[in-house]
């Protein structure tokens, strides 16, 4: 399929078709009557009823950037059953069948990563990169992704401390500036709900790339798709989640995932001080998703297909550090956890690690945390894609 033909394809599907917003028109953000029902769906700014989607303001832009895309190939699925991906901000907003819309796009990337000629697709696209907290793995991905697929990188890599924010500006101010430079925003902030204020503000897409302790649903993607790689399956599976559960955005937004499939159980394993909060365990039970707290990390790991380790985060404890001290280094992914393992299970990580998984893990084919690292880049790329040309 030619790009110029695929182009129109997608127009018909995702309302390319119709001219740019003018005035404040509302609709319903699903296509093909397929309603999306968040949990705070009453007040959801860009979620459930909205302006015209983000991707038809753009589309006289897309299609006059048609010759210089180069389509390796078109997905499978229907595209008229998706709804419109505008932004991506929290993990309640992909039903099932979109992260398997998702996840195909993801392994059509891994293969435009294998050519050596690369991909243009997003030649003439501009990410912007605001990230108020360090990241390595995160920030790095995003870029290598959108450099991959042809585009070109705007980065700030602590707005913090060196953007206009020091001076005290507003976040939205901040937004509505960026966005004249760029056709994408990712942005990592320290406040939980700061993506989801840019997103409301911005008219290009906006990726939440980490917001305090809130929600990383980029993350939670690829560690979904990390599993059903290693693991063969998503229902039926049995993950436990380990370390620090109050403060992980990561393990949040992955328990909101998890809840879309069938049969799972989760278990959470932490010290007392950082306990996964009551919102995911009610969420959780209303989705009918059977869950359970231990204290007994070797009992866990002997039933799981997942051993999801996390990091005790300093940085989240403030001035508490006797907290920090108290929690830190009780549980521990080592050589004995790997003996009680089943042979197929696997340890993930988010990473940046410290000493809750020992560096002998890394031999075992079981420590998967550096491949569930690379497939961040496929996710990304793929996001990418969705978000700025469309199903």
């Not at 917003?21 to 769906?41: D, E, M």
């Not at 009992?299 to 830190?328: P, W």
């Not at 084919?365 to 496929?378: D, H, S, V």
Request: charged share 25%; glycine share 6%.
């Amino acid at each position: 399929m030619t790009a110029t033909s695929l182009l129109f394809s997608c127009s018909m599907h995702v309302g390319m078709c119709h001219p740019p917003k003018v005035a404040a028109t509302s609709y319903a953000c699903c296509l093909q009557n397929q309603p999306w029902s968040p949990l705070n769906s009453a007040s959801c700014g860009h979620y459930g009823v909205l302006e015209n989607s983000k991707l038809s303001l753009r589309s006289d832009e897309i299609l006059c950037r048609a010759g210089a895309l180069q389509v390796e190939s078109a997905p499978s699925f229907s595209v008229g059953q998706k709804f419109q991906l505008d932004d991506v901000i929290e993990a309640q907003q992909f039903d099932r069948e979109t992260l398997n819309a998702i996840f195909e796009v993801t392994r059509s990337m891994e293969n435009v990563r294998n050519n050596s000629s690369g991909s243009q697709m997003l030649k003439g696209y501009l990410m912007a990169t605001l990230f108020y907290e360090p990241s390595t793995r995160t920030r790095l991905s995003f870029e290598s992704a959108m450099k991959r697929l042809g585009g070109e990188v705007l980065t700030t890599e602590n707005a913090r401390e060196f953007s206009s924010a020091a001076k005290g500006e507003t976040l939205e101010d901040t937004i509505r500036t960026v966005e004249g430079y760029s056709d994408i925003i990712v942005m990592r902030h320290f406040e939980s709900g700061a993506a989801r204020r840019a997103a409301e503000t911005a008219r290009i897409p906006v990726i939440n790339a980490g917001d305090g302790p809130g929600q990383h649903p980029t993350q939670a993607l690829l560690d979904v798709y990390t599993i059903e790689r290693e693991i063969g399956k998503l229902d039926g599976i049995r993950v436990g989640l380990v370390g620090d559960l109050a403060n992980g955005r990561t393990v949040r937004s992955l328990a909101y995932l998890l809840a879309k499939y069938q049969d799972v159980k989760i278990y959470f394993v932490s010290p007392d001080v950082v306990k996964m909060k009551d919102d995911i365990k009610e969420y959780l039970t209303l989705k009918g998703v059977e869950w359970e707290e231990s204290s007994d990390l070797m009992e866990v790991a002997s039933k799981c297909d997942v051993v999801y380790q996390t990091r005790i985060q300093k940085e989240r404890f403030g001035e508490k550090i006797d907290l920090y001290e108290k929690a830190r280094g009780k549980y521990i992914v080592n050589q004995d956890v790997l003996k009680v393992m089943q042979k197929h299970a696997v340890v993930m990580h988010p990473l940046p690690r410290l000493d809750e998984i020992t560096v002998d893990v890394d031999g075992d084919p079981r420590a998967a945390y550096f491949r569930q690292a690379k497939n961040g880049l496929y996710i990304r790329m793929a996001l990418l894609k969705v978000l700025l040309l469309g199903w």
